[in-house]
Protein backbone atom coordinates (compact mmCIF):
# COMPACT_ATOMS: atom_id res chain seq x y z
CA UNK A 1 0.00 0.00 0.00
CA UNK A 2 1.40 3.54 -0.71
CA UNK A 3 2.63 5.49 2.10
CA UNK A 4 3.40 8.77 3.17
CA UNK A 5 6.87 9.77 1.03
CA UNK A 6 9.18 12.49 2.73
CA UNK A 7 12.17 14.04 0.69
CA UNK A 8 14.69 14.47 1.05
CA UNK A 9 15.32 11.66 3.41
CA UNK A 10 18.56 13.60 5.05
CA UNK A 11 19.44 16.83 4.71
CA UNK A 12 22.48 18.96 5.97
CA UNK A 13 22.88 22.98 5.65
CA UNK A 14 24.78 25.64 6.74
CA UNK A 15 23.62 28.60 8.94
CA UNK A 16 21.24 31.41 7.37
CA UNK A 17 20.60 29.06 4.45
CA UNK A 18 17.76 27.95 3.23
CA UNK A 19 16.05 24.33 2.81
CA UNK A 20 12.95 22.64 1.18
CA UNK A 21 11.17 19.85 2.76
CA UNK A 22 8.89 18.13 0.56
CA UNK A 23 6.13 15.76 1.98
CA UNK A 24 3.61 13.38 -0.97
CA UNK A 25 0.27 12.07 0.73
CA UNK A 26 -1.27 9.14 0.64
CA UNK A 27 -3.88 9.02 -2.55
CA UNK A 28 -7.07 10.63 -1.70
CA UNK A 29 -5.68 12.76 1.54
CA UNK A 30 -6.51 15.82 1.29
CA UNK A 31 -4.96 17.32 4.73
CA UNK A 32 -1.50 17.40 6.05
CA UNK A 33 -0.12 18.06 8.98
CA UNK A 34 3.80 19.38 9.88
CA UNK A 35 5.51 18.62 13.15
CA UNK A 36 9.16 19.19 14.07
CA UNK A 37 10.54 16.59 16.54
CA UNK A 38 13.87 17.95 18.47
CA UNK A 39 16.38 15.75 19.59
CA UNK A 40 14.42 13.35 22.28
CA UNK A 41 12.01 15.60 22.69
CA UNK A 42 7.94 14.96 21.37
CA UNK A 43 6.45 16.37 18.05
CA UNK A 44 5.50 19.40 17.93
CA UNK A 45 2.95 20.66 15.80
CA UNK A 46 3.62 23.38 13.17
CA UNK A 47 1.10 24.10 10.43
CA UNK A 48 -1.44 21.94 8.82
CA UNK A 49 -3.45 22.20 5.21
CA UNK A 50 -6.71 21.40 3.74
CA UNK A 51 -7.96 21.61 0.58
CA UNK A 52 -4.70 24.04 -0.34
CA UNK A 53 -5.76 25.90 2.37
CA UNK A 54 -4.07 26.71 5.38
CA UNK A 55 -6.12 25.43 8.51
CA UNK A 56 -4.26 25.57 11.44
CA UNK A 57 -1.04 27.34 12.67
CA UNK A 58 1.32 25.94 15.29
CA UNK A 59 4.43 27.09 16.82
CA UNK A 60 6.23 27.89 13.38
CA UNK A 61 9.03 30.15 13.34
CA UNK A 62 8.34 33.49 11.21
CA UNK A 63 11.92 32.19 9.06
CA UNK A 64 9.28 29.19 8.25
CA UNK A 65 6.58 28.88 5.11
CA UNK A 66 4.74 26.01 3.76
CA UNK A 67 1.91 25.64 1.13
CA UNK A 68 -0.38 22.79 -0.39
CA UNK A 69 -0.27 22.37 -4.09
CA UNK A 70 -2.83 21.18 -6.14
CA UNK A 71 -1.50 17.48 -6.74
CA UNK A 72 -1.69 17.83 -2.58
CA UNK A 73 1.64 17.37 -1.81
CA UNK A 74 3.17 19.85 0.50
CA UNK A 75 6.55 21.76 0.72
CA UNK A 76 7.74 23.00 4.01
CA UNK A 77 10.19 26.29 3.42
CA UNK A 78 12.66 27.11 5.77
CA UNK A 79 14.93 30.10 5.57
CA UNK A 80 17.91 31.52 7.83
CA UNK A 81 18.61 28.45 9.15
CA UNK A 82 19.67 28.58 13.10
CA UNK A 83 21.44 25.42 14.77
CA UNK A 84 18.10 25.20 16.61
CA UNK A 85 16.25 24.16 13.78
CA UNK A 86 18.57 21.00 14.20
CA UNK A 87 15.79 18.25 14.31
CA UNK A 88 13.34 15.52 12.37
CA UNK A 89 10.57 16.55 10.65
CA UNK A 90 7.82 14.67 9.86
CA UNK A 91 4.24 15.25 7.66
CA UNK A 92 1.56 13.11 8.54
CA UNK A 93 -1.50 12.79 5.89
CA UNK A 94 -5.42 12.51 6.57
CA UNK A 95 -7.96 11.74 4.51
CA UNK A 96 -11.10 14.23 5.87
CA UNK A 97 -13.25 12.23 7.90
CA UNK A 98 -13.92 12.61 11.31
CA UNK A 99 -12.04 10.47 13.40
CA UNK A 100 -9.68 9.46 10.65
CA UNK A 101 -6.05 8.79 11.79
CA UNK A 102 -3.23 10.53 10.27
CA UNK A 103 -0.65 8.63 8.53
CA UNK A 104 3.09 9.36 9.27
CA UNK A 105 6.03 9.74 6.45
CA UNK A 106 9.50 8.57 7.93
CA UNK A 107 10.90 12.37 8.48
CA UNK A 108 13.53 14.45 7.17
CA UNK A 109 16.27 14.80 9.21
CA UNK A 110 17.77 18.04 9.46
CA UNK A 111 21.32 18.66 10.38
CA UNK A 112 22.28 22.68 10.31
CA UNK A 113 25.94 22.98 10.79
CA UNK B 1 -5.16 24.12 26.54
CA UNK B 2 -4.85 19.95 25.22
CA UNK B 3 -1.66 18.29 27.22
CA UNK B 4 -0.23 14.53 27.90
CA UNK B 5 1.70 13.63 30.34
CA UNK B 6 2.82 10.13 29.91
CA UNK B 7 5.93 8.60 32.33
CA UNK B 8 9.39 8.86 31.98
CA UNK B 9 11.71 6.75 30.95
CA UNK B 10 13.57 4.94 30.25
CA UNK B 11 12.36 1.90 31.39
CA UNK B 12 13.87 -1.67 30.72
CA UNK B 13 12.34 -4.93 31.47
CA UNK B 14 13.14 -8.52 30.81
CA UNK B 15 11.88 -10.10 28.33
CA UNK B 16 8.44 -11.44 28.96
CA UNK B 17 7.94 -9.23 31.48
CA UNK B 18 4.51 -6.88 32.43
CA UNK B 19 4.27 -3.68 29.96
CA UNK B 20 2.67 -0.95 31.67
CA UNK B 21 3.47 2.92 30.72
CA UNK B 22 0.94 5.53 32.39
CA UNK B 23 -0.54 8.07 30.12
CA UNK B 24 -3.19 10.99 31.54
CA UNK B 25 -4.50 14.00 29.50
CA UNK B 26 -5.91 17.46 29.70
CA UNK B 27 -8.31 18.48 26.62
CA UNK B 28 -12.17 19.58 26.42
CA UNK B 29 -14.76 17.93 24.87
CA UNK B 30 -14.26 14.09 24.18
CA UNK B 31 -10.50 13.48 22.64
CA UNK B 32 -9.66 10.81 20.27
CA UNK B 33 -6.21 8.64 21.54
CA UNK B 34 -3.60 7.25 20.65
CA UNK B 35 -0.38 5.41 21.10
CA UNK B 36 2.60 5.99 18.78
CA UNK B 37 5.45 3.78 18.60
CA UNK B 38 8.81 4.96 17.06
CA UNK B 39 11.63 2.47 16.18
CA UNK B 40 15.49 3.94 15.50
CA UNK B 41 15.78 6.10 13.09
CA UNK B 42 12.05 5.48 12.22
CA UNK B 43 8.84 7.34 12.06
CA UNK B 44 5.94 7.56 14.09
CA UNK B 45 4.08 4.46 13.41
CA UNK B 46 0.27 4.28 14.80
CA UNK B 47 -0.01 1.10 17.46
CA UNK B 48 -3.80 1.44 18.73
CA UNK B 49 -6.38 4.23 18.97
CA UNK B 50 -9.08 4.55 20.89
CA UNK B 51 -11.97 7.36 20.38
CA UNK B 52 -14.41 7.04 23.16
CA UNK B 53 -14.82 6.26 26.70
CA UNK B 54 -14.38 2.31 27.59
CA UNK B 55 -12.97 1.73 24.10
CA UNK B 56 -10.44 -0.55 23.97
CA UNK B 57 -7.54 -0.32 21.44
CA UNK B 58 -5.02 -3.54 20.84
CA UNK B 59 -2.81 -4.29 18.21
CA UNK B 60 0.18 -6.84 18.32
CA UNK B 61 -0.73 -7.76 22.28
CA UNK B 62 -0.39 -3.85 23.62
CA UNK B 63 -4.21 -2.57 24.77
CA UNK B 64 -4.94 0.88 26.08
CA UNK B 65 -8.26 1.28 27.70
CA UNK B 66 -9.91 5.40 27.51
CA UNK B 67 -10.90 6.05 30.85
CA UNK B 68 -12.91 9.61 30.97
CA UNK B 69 -13.31 9.38 34.55
CA UNK B 70 -9.41 9.41 34.97
CA UNK B 71 -8.32 10.53 31.93
CA UNK B 72 -6.15 8.20 31.25
CA UNK B 73 -5.08 5.93 28.67
CA UNK B 74 -2.48 3.42 29.51
CA UNK B 75 -0.08 0.94 27.49
CA UNK B 76 -0.12 -2.62 28.80
CA UNK B 77 1.57 -5.59 26.99
CA UNK B 78 1.55 -9.08 28.65
CA UNK B 79 4.77 -10.21 27.37
CA UNK B 80 7.49 -7.73 26.25
CA UNK B 81 9.63 -9.02 23.33
CA UNK B 82 13.39 -7.29 22.39
CA UNK B 83 11.68 -6.79 19.28
CA UNK B 84 9.53 -4.12 21.27
CA UNK B 85 12.22 -2.15 22.40
CA UNK B 86 11.04 1.92 20.91
CA UNK B 87 9.75 4.93 22.00
CA UNK B 88 5.95 5.12 22.96
CA UNK B 89 4.08 8.38 22.60
CA UNK B 90 0.66 9.21 23.93
CA UNK B 91 -1.20 11.34 21.75
CA UNK B 92 -4.52 12.93 21.31
CA UNK B 93 -6.36 14.61 19.20
CA UNK B 94 -9.91 16.60 19.69
CA UNK B 95 -12.67 14.46 18.21
CA UNK B 96 -14.70 14.66 15.78
CA UNK B 97 -13.03 17.44 13.93
CA UNK B 98 -12.71 18.45 10.16
CA UNK B 99 -11.24 20.99 7.74
CA UNK B 100 -7.40 20.03 8.55
CA UNK B 101 -8.00 20.95 12.84
CA UNK B 102 -6.74 17.44 13.88
CA UNK B 103 -3.28 17.80 15.27
CA UNK B 104 -2.08 15.45 17.31
CA UNK B 105 -0.60 16.19 20.86
CA UNK B 106 1.80 14.45 21.64
CA UNK B 107 3.19 13.49 25.37
CA UNK B 108 7.31 13.55 25.85
CA UNK B 109 7.68 9.68 24.99
CA UNK B 110 8.44 6.84 26.81
CA UNK B 111 11.62 4.94 25.86
CA UNK B 112 11.41 1.59 26.47
CA UNK B 113 14.19 -0.60 26.08
CA UNK B 114 13.68 -4.57 26.45
CA UNK B 115 16.93 -7.19 27.41
CA UNK B 116 17.05 -10.80 27.12
Known amino acids: AAGVIQSPRHLIKEKRETATLKCYPI?????VYWYQQGPGQDPQFLIS???????DKGSIPDRFSAQQFSDYHSELNMSSLELGDSALYFC????????????FGQGTRLTVV | GDSVTQMEGPVTLSEEAFLTINCTYT??????LFWYVQYPGEGLQLLLK?????DKGSNKGFEATYRKETTSFHLEKGSVQVSDSAVYFC???????????????FGTGTQLKVEL
Open chain 1, 92 to 103: ATQQDRRDTEAF
Open chain 2, 91 to 105: ALVQGGVTGGGNKLT
Open chain 2, 27 to 32: ATGYPS
Open chain 2, 50 to 54: ATKAD
Open chain 1, 27 to 31: PRHDT
Open chain 1, 49 to 55: FYEKMQS
